[in-house]
């Protein structure tokens, strides 16, 4: 997996031994560790410098805020999903934690492969809140899958998640070249790399909210900002010469022109 697909983490941990081992551990697991921190200002320092899609998060750190006060102030910035992970099971700080709103709360020692299940978790529901918020018709978090039984694309601003391997991966929208329809599947190409979903060309055209993306034949999407030379039969992206078709010509020309 390329790093700008990875999910990326901060781990928030004042514990060097227990921040090391994590980071390697979910490092092996195929996410991006983009840092940690041992207190909460270093931890909005580096949230601010950084993109982060999750926070792993001690309570008890160092520093004038303890693990809840730090996600005040980083989700404050942006919201993203939060893990708790922590030793303190008490009612008093559970009551606190909750005030952020987090997608977890993990007990230490954690399980790596239970937590795993927890980032990927956090990542789907987050996302699909998300979509709800945007007013998107949302997709039912307890299946993971559209009532047809394929497989969901989430999307949060310029990004799509991607379910491929078991695992959601990161595809930034503007890095997308053009769509190809493949029977019931749908191959998304980007630079160097394809991506395969089980949904038609119309219905990953439907879950994306994309307006760069055009349709130019029944078997093909572009995406118009990747467009490098067309005629009245073709159009060029990248290396690939893609068929206009009569049918999507006008909407092409249309769309192109008023731009």
């Known amino acids: 997996m390329n790093p700008g697909e990875r999910v990326k983490i901060l781990i928030i941990e004042d514990e060097p031994i227990l921040a090391m081992e994590l980071s390697d551990n979910l490092e092996e697991e195929g996410y ?37 006060q730090t996600i005040h102030h980083l989700t404050a910035e942006r919201p993203v999903p939060v893990i708790y992970l922590t030793a303190l099971t008490d009612r008093q700080t559970l009551e606190r934690a909750k005030q952020t709103y987090p997608a977890a709360y993990v007990t230490k020692p954690y399980q790596l492969h239970s937590l795993r299940t927890t980032i990927e978790l956090a990542i789907y529901n987050f996302t699909v809140r998300a979509v709800a918020i945007s007013a998107t018709p949302p997709i039912p978090a307890s299946s993971g899958r559209d009532p047809l039984g394929r497989e969901v694309i989430l999307q949060i601003n310029n990004y799509l998640f991607i379910k491929q391997n078991n695992q959601f991966v990161k595809v930034n929208l503007s890095d997308l070249l053009y769509l190809e329809a493949d029977n019931i599947y749908t191959n998304l190409f980007t630079n160097g790399r394809k991506y395969v979903l089980r949904l038609t060309l119309s219905g990953v055209l439907e879950r994306i909210n994309q307006p760069d993306l055009v349709r130019i034949h029944r078997s093909y999407a572009v995406n ?33 022109l008023h731009r």
Do not use: M, P, Y
């Open 224 to 256: 118009i900002n990747k467009v490098e030379s067309f005629n009245e039969a073709e159009v060029r992206v990248g290396q690939q010469l893609i068929s206009l078709s009569r049918t999507h010509k006008d909407e092409f020309w249309r769309h192109f």
């Open 32 to 68: 991006d560790v983009v840092g940690t921190a041992n207190n909460g200002r270093k931890a909005l320092d580096l949230f601010k410098r950084q993109s982060v899609d999750l926070l792993l998060c001690d309570i008890n750190i160092k520093g004038d805020w303890d693990g809840i």
